[in-house]
């Protein structure tokens, strides 16, 4: 079903279609395969979830600088998801240079957000309290 509906150019068919070879759902784990379909979907339809995945397969392999691009990218959607990866990276300096400033903004545009889990944004609340309590 996902293989016809990607084949007809719907974005969330080739999302799911690119996370079941990514995971190897039901078939081989294939993340050459798995990423050329996220960026479709991205390409697409802005596809949130193909964007976030691109940046985690980035991670994976090491490419650090390439997954801070895709997390802001996404974050750029309104995704509150993608604000806190960034706040994280900024944080630690993971794929751009430490930045406290933008990690503070990245945190509240994702406590903010509407599109963000609870568990996540209580995360960023912890480390947007944490940070205020050190600049204190």
Not at 63 to 71: I, S, T
Not at 78 to 103: E, F, H, P
Not at 107 to 115: E, G
Request: net charge positive; hydrophobic share 45%; proline share 1%.
């Amino acid at each position: 079903m996902f293989e016809r509906g990607a084949a007809l150019g719907d974005d969330y068919c080739m999302s799911r279609l690119a996370h079941m070879f990514d995971v190897g759902t039901g078939v081989p784990v294939d993340k050459d395969r798995a990423m050329r379909l996220y960026r479709r979907a991205w390409r697409i339809g802005r596809n949130i979830a193909a964007g976030n995945n691109i940046a985690i397969l980035y991670r994976e392999r090491g490419n650090l600088r390439a997954m801070f691009q895709w997390f802001t990218r996404v974050a750029e959607t309104g995704d509150g998801s993608a604000q806190l990866d960034i706040a994280k990276c900024y944080l630690d300096g993971t794929g751009v240079r430490a930045d406290r400033q933008m990690a503070l903004r990245s945190l509240t545009a994702a406590v903010r957000s509407d599109y963000i889990s609870e568990y996540e944004r209580e995360e960023a609340q912890a480390l947007l309290a944490t940070l205020s309590l050190k600049a204190v």
